[in-house]
C-alpha cells in the first residue's frame, strides 16, 4: 500500500485523510468482495434481488407504455443508483470485517438509521443524477431525430443503426453519457459507504470521493468500468445475473474504500 497523504500536525482535516489506491489495490477489493460474498450469501442474494426486480420493473414499464427505445438507457441509468441499492452489503462488510456475524435486524436497523442521517441527501443526488440522464436522453433524441414516434423498437433500433442522425445521435449521446457517469462516479464511490461508516455531511463526502478519484485515476476509473462492465454482464441473462453481481460489486466498494482512506 502507498503511503498516506497526512495532514498538517494540529490542524484537523476537512475531510478524512487518503492514501493513493493502486491496480494491486482494485483487484483485493474485487477478491474481497466475492470473499464477503461467499461469508454472507443471504444478504448479497437479497439485496442483488432487489436491485435486479427493479430494473425488469422499469423495463415492464417502459415497455407498457410503448417506450421501448428508452429502455437501453433507462438500464444504463440504473446504474447510478446502485451503489445506494448496495448500502445494506456495506454494513455486511463493515460487520464481518469487525469479526462479527451480521444479523438481519442489525443491518437493516443501521440501513433504516441513515435516514436520520446524510446518506439521505446523497441518494437524492443520485436520484437527480438519473433524472438529468434520462433527460439529457430525450433532448438528445428530440435534437437529433426530432419528436417522431416509432412503430415499434426494432425501427427504432433500424433507424439508429442505418441512419446518418441515428448513428450520430448513437455516438454524441454515449460521450455525454460517459461524462455524466464519470461525474457522478467520482463523486460517490467513495461517498456511500462513508456517509455509512462515519459522522461526516454529504458535502464532506463527496469531496473526498472526487479527490480519491483525483488521487489514482487510473485504478479508481478501472474500478468504475469494471463495475459497469459486470452490471451489464449480469443484466444480459434477464437481469438474473445481477442477484449475483450486486453483491459482489456492494462488498467490493467497501473494501476500496477502506484502502482509499485512513482509518479514523
Not at 444504463?76 to 441499492?85: E, K, N, R, T, W
Not at 457517469?181 to 456517509?195: D, H, Q
Not at 449475483?244 to 476500496?256: D, F, I, K, R, S
Request: glycine share 10%; net charge neutral; proline share 5%.
Amino acid at each position: 500500500m502507498a503511503d498516506i497523504i497526512e495532514h498538517p500536525t494540529g490542524i484537523a482535516p476537512a475531510v478524512p485523510a487518503l492514501r493513493p489506491v493502486t491496480y494491486a489495490d482494485v483487484k483485493a477489493s474485487f477478491q474481497d468482495g466475492i470473499a464477503d460474498f461467499v461469508r454472507a450469501p443471504a444478504f448479497g442474494l437479497f439485496f442483488g434481488a432487489i436491485y435486479a426486480l427493479g430494473g425488469l420493473l422499469l423495463l415492464a414499464c417502459v415497455f407498457s407504455l410503448d417506450l421501448g427505445y428508452l429502455g437501453y438507457p433507462l438500464f444504463a441509468g440504473s446504474v447510478l443508483i446502485g451503489p445506494f441499492v448496495a448500502a445494506g452489503l456495506y454494513e455486511v462488510s463493515r460487520e464481518l470485517e469487525a469479526g462479527r456475524t451480521p444479523t438481519w435486524r442489525g443491518v437493516f436497523s443501521t440501513v433504516f438509521d441513515q435516514r436520520k442521517r446524510e446518506l439521505g441527501w446523497m441518494a437524492f443526488v443520485s436520484i437527480f443524477a438519473f433524472i438529468i440522464w434520462m433527460y439529457q436522453v430525450r433532448l438528445l433524441l428530440a435534437l437529433f431525430l426530432g419528436f417522431a414516434s416509432f412503430a415499434s423498437l426494432q425501427e427504432f433500433v433500424r433507424v439508429l443503426t442505418t441512419t446518418s442522425d441515428g448513428l450520430s445521435f448513437l455516438a454524441v449521446g454515449h460521450v455525454v453519457g460517459a461524462a455524466l457517469a464519470l461525474g457522478l462516479f467520482s463523486i460517490s464511490v467513495i461517498s456511500f459507504p462513508l456517509l455509512m461508516d462515519r459522522d461526516v455531511d454529504v458535502v464532506t463526502a463527496m469531496i473526498t470521493s472526487v479527490q480519491a478519484v483525483l488521487l489514482s485515476p487510473g485504478p479508481m476509473i478501472t474500478f468504475g468500468a469494471s463495475v459497469v462492465a459486470l452490471i451489464f454482464i449480469g443484466a444480459a441473462p434477464a437481469f438474473l445475473g445481477l442477484i449475483l453481481v450486486l453483491p459482489v460489486l456492494g462488498h467490493a466498494t467497501w473494501h476500496l474504500y477502506r484502502r482509499a482512506t485512513r482509518p479514523a
